[in-house]
Nanobody
Framework: QVQLVESGGGLVQAGDSLRLSCVAS????????MGWFRQAPGKEREFVAD????????RYADSVKGRFTISRDNARDTVYLRMDSLKPEDTAVYHC????????????????WGQGTQVTVSS
């Protein structure tokens, strides 16, 4: 079992930056790939970024490429999502998720999820 707790969300203006954190506990964090997903009201959960177990491979949705950066610190059991140049369309609840070894863009392939942190970007 892996427990995931996100933090770092908030209300910001367009163009601002935020850094989300997701702390894991339970199983060996370094054996899991981690993903960030987001869900806006009335929309399906969508892939944002993922990172493999070592941090050597990352992938991004086209909508955030060049603005968001995913990273991890296995010594701290934490994955981060740095979000720059935020836009109103980035407004959503952001969730981190874990699955063994290799990430995925597909939410159903993840075994564990956090409760999410709200990010609201005003224009």
């Amino acid at each position: 079992q892996v427990q995931l707790v996100e933090s770092g969300g908030g209300l910001v203006q367009a163009g601002d930056s935020l850094r989300l954190s997701c702390v894991a506990s339970g199983r060996t964090f370094s054996s899991y790939a981690m993903g960030w997903f987001r869900q806006a009201p009335g929309k399906e959960r969508e892939f944002v970024a993922d990172i493999n177990w070592s941090g050597g491979f990352t992938r991004y949705a086209d909508s955030v490429k060049g603005r968001f950066t995913i990273s991890r610190d296995n010594a701290r059991d934490t994955v981060y999502l740095r979000m720059d140049s935020l836009k109103p369309e980035d407004t959503a609840v952001y969730h981190c998720a874990a699955k063994p070894m290799v990430g995925s863009r597909i939410p159903s392939e993840y075994d564990y999820w956090g409760q999410g942190t709200q990010v609201t970007v005003s224009s």
